[in-house]
């Protein structure tokens, strides 16, 4: 996660703000969540995707979701 | 993503446990009399928060994790303990957007603001030069408020906002409104005129007419990247929604805390109705906000009522509660303002405005003036 994101959690999920864009951004999926927490602690987004739950056939989907992410700087992909 | 889940909206309109953000009106004060003035402020208030008391709301939006507050007045500057409470913000992790007319950014106090992520600012003005601007804000603050953008500028604080007004002298500047706010590398920001506060008295004249509201929806169709702080959701019923949560967020997702401490459920119903509580009450901010009577009744699934019938209910919502209630609508028909005409109509049938006196409001014009004089500034 961003260092200068904040999380704060809800009831439908969490929001995320992040200090230097200014930009609000909405996580309403558990699973998600997750990853988003615990993305730092995989060696690689996939193992993070399986530890949180995320069925194979899902993985597409989370990917795409993780990369609007990464372009609102909620993550920095790292390498 | 799976597509059962309820929309992001839907959630959002039945309350957070915090607000997402908030407005603070830290004092009445103002040395502009500017005709629209939401609060109609002038002079401050005896019964202002004391500093303590700002610091204990701002210990409370911490532990509710409240990301930022939109800080705003009157003139918020005017506050001589303004700088100190920014700082305490800033430490508490409270990130602060301030509303200004610019007559205390000094070049010190520009960089000061350019040193930190969590404080952004934003000048108002109302017009894209000297005269149309004046008219509204009074003589002299155009050139007030473009020096203080100047001096952002050269403090190499990026992204800034410049925010304005609609109305129907000015909506025919938009371009050069884009044009003069990326001169200093800034962020235009649109806002809807209200009849509220001051604004009440010169709204019949100055709300933009039913022509010039699909011009002002076809621009910023075409300018997704300016910002309206989701002012204009009631637009949206003319076709594609815009940019935002297109929600009324009062109660639920925003409010307005006023000057000495009382919490109303958003900027622009400053109004004994929509009071939910006082930051001195017991339990604080944050049992107004989770608890309070009003803000309770605004979380539940509210009724089209005269509404239900049109077919762009779901995307206007009604449209805005503040514009209903000072226009003497009610709540649950049609804005004064809707894009199908069924708020003038209803304005021919409509029962009393409510009772809105003078607020803080001065009884004499005021004139401001920049001052240049070395060693007269801020206290930064």
Redesign the interface.
Known sequence: MHPQVGLREERFGALAYHYGNRRLTFLNDERLLTVVRTAADYDDVTEALVAAGVPAEQHAGYLVALGRLVDAEVLVASH | ??AT??R?TD?LSLG???P?CLTWELTYGCNLACVHCLSSSGRRDPRELTTAELFGVVDELAAM?V??VNIGGGEPTLRPDFWELLDYCVES?V?V?FSTNGSRITPAAAARIAST??V?VQISIDGADAATNDAVRGPGSFGVATTAMQRLADAGFADFKVSVVVTRDNVGQLDDFLALTQRYGAQLRLTRLRPSGRGADVWDELHPTADQQRELYAWLVDHPRVLTGDSFFHLSALGEALPGLNLCGAGRVVCLIDPVGDVYACPFVLHEQFRAGSVRDEGGFTSVWRSSSLFTSLREPGSAGACASCGSYDACQGGCMAAKFFTGLPLDGPDPECVHGHGEAALLRATAKPEVGPGHSRRAPVFVSLSRRAGDSVNV
């Open positions: 993503m799976p889940k309820p992001i959630r957070l446990d915090a997402i994790q990301f930022y992790k990130g957007k992520d969590y952004d």
